[in-house]
């Protein structure tokens, strides 16, 4: 479904992404692990072509859409959740999803949708009118998932949703992520530095090095895998 | 220091409010005239100083062009005005073309002058911007001076005196009436227009994150131009009524109109749209109150030396955010 090839991304002079291959099928968990500083982050914004790649490609469903505006990306059902949540910090909850579901114009879809992220989270409808910037950081992490979901993505783009948060709120944010793939058969790409949980939460994982895929097994796999077990895992 | 600070602020509110009263007390009808008339001048600076709020809101750019821009309405509207004048149109028909055609003009200038001269370095250094932001500004001056005249031009009151306000026509004229009432309407479209319509949802949204709006599907450069054609279309209206209000216009006039709306822009916080409005009133207001108990010579001087003293104390302005409580 989505396909990147021998894909080179710079940033300046840096050379971020050295020809990265990689590959995800419709209805598929990815993850994507790593140091800091590997890429994975550059990955999903040459993806969503905010950083656009400088040679190779990003196909999906067969087209190619390397040099696509990003606002045209996400029209196609790509949609990221990038890292540091970005929410829109003076607009409040409520307006924070509506600005997710800004391409959309069925009217009672929206409203379905709303009911479906406040049923995810209740936090959020608990919250609906609170200023974003004012949450706190797992609210934002939920608020910017479920933004993302308001578009009623293809493909969602997971950039450290566990960044910075307490080991119970990760642990349910993995949990509806799964929920998110079984119920509504979203296809989903995880950028993560926590390997344990990425890799138990994918069908499938590369691991990232450099700016190179060093690695791709299934989850299952890699997570018994000596050399990921020592870098990544820290047994 | 913060002692000190607020000291000298009651110490000066306090005299000055002391001379105000007894100067209100002693001539009432003098101190409403002086209001009004400084609430006409904050309106009009309110017109314009939206357009450099909105635009330095959402790419943290002072657009010094935009002063320009009003002139260009006022100039449209009054080549307009004469031709249609000419051939002895409807007076009603004229003031409804001269401000569709002023509108009209300045919002394509406006857009014309995002496209060449900011667009192209979006992501050059900021005094980049700004530096081209200034080239822009000498050339339009400059073109319309050649296109037209150097000369001040009479501008006839598109505006006619109302029969109907003739009482009160002492304190406050009806051109005076119509530029409160104008600019009112557009301030309430302004807002409903960015607070409920998408393109005003997407306007705040770029201005907060623009990656992250173009992450839900925001075309953020359309929202920039947007927010030029919006900007310049207020501005035409502020134009085309100072020029119905003074009655006389040259290619010059859009430099210390656009300093002045940019003070009251600084006053209110920049990049905040009520606290361009509020800095606007409270900058005409004031400048009003200055020329009438003081010294009239000294208007500008007064302008200026507000934009000093808020550099100082405030530099966020009246409702500006401080840029480190940003999340």
Known sequence: ?235 | MRLFKIILGVAVVGILGFLGIKEIIADPVYFLELFLGGLTRGSIYALIALGYTMVYGIIQLINFAHGEIYMIGAMTALIVASVLGLWGWNSAVIVILAFVFAIVYSCAYGFTVEKIAYMPLRTAPRLSALISAIGMSLFLQNYVMLAQTSEYMPFESLIPDFKFWEPFSHIITSVEMTIIVTTVIVMILLGILIKFTKIGKAMRAAAQDKIMASLVGINVNRVISTTFVVGSATAAIGGVLIACHVGQINFYIGFLAGLKAFIAAVLGGIGSIPGAVLGSLVLGISESMFTGYFWSEYEDVFAFSILVIILIFRPSGILGRDETSKV
């Open chain 1, 1 to 235: 479904m989505l396909k990147l090839k021998d894909i080179h991304t710079f940033y300046g002079n840096i050379h971020a992404l050295k020809g990265i291959n990689l590959e995800i099928s419709e209805g598929e968990v990815i993850s994507l692990i790593g140091a800091n500083g590997a890429g994975k982050s550059t990955t999903l914004m040459t993806t969503s072509g905010i950083v656009p790649a400088k040679q190779g490609s990003v196909e999906f469903k067969g087209q190619d859409i390397t040099h696509m505006p990003a606002d045209d990306i996400v029209k196609l059902g790509i949609c990221q959740v990038p890292e540091g949540r970005r929410i829109f910090p003076y607009l409040t909850v409520a307006e924070n999803l509506d600005m997710g579901a800004f391409l959309r114009n069925d009217k009672d879809g929206i409203k379905d949708d709303f009911d479906y992220v406040y049923n995810l989270f209740p936090i959020l409808a608990d919250r609906k009118n609170q200023i974003g910037g004012t949450l706190s950081g797992g609210e934002q992490q939920m608020l910017a998932i479920s933004r993302a979901l308001m578009s009623r993505p293809k493909v969602l783009l997971l950039d450290e949703p566990s960044l910075g948060l307490a080991p119970i709120i990760v642990k349910q944010i993995f949990g509806i992520i799964k929920k998110i793939n079984e119920e509504q058969k979203t296809t989903i790409f995880i950028v993560e530095q926590n390997a344990n949980l990425a890799l138990k939460a994918a069908h499938r994982g590369y691991v990232m090095e450099n700016g190179l895929i060093t690695m791709t097994d299934t989850g299952k796999n890699l997570l018994a895998n000596e050399d990921v077990k020592k870098a990544y895992l820290g047994i």
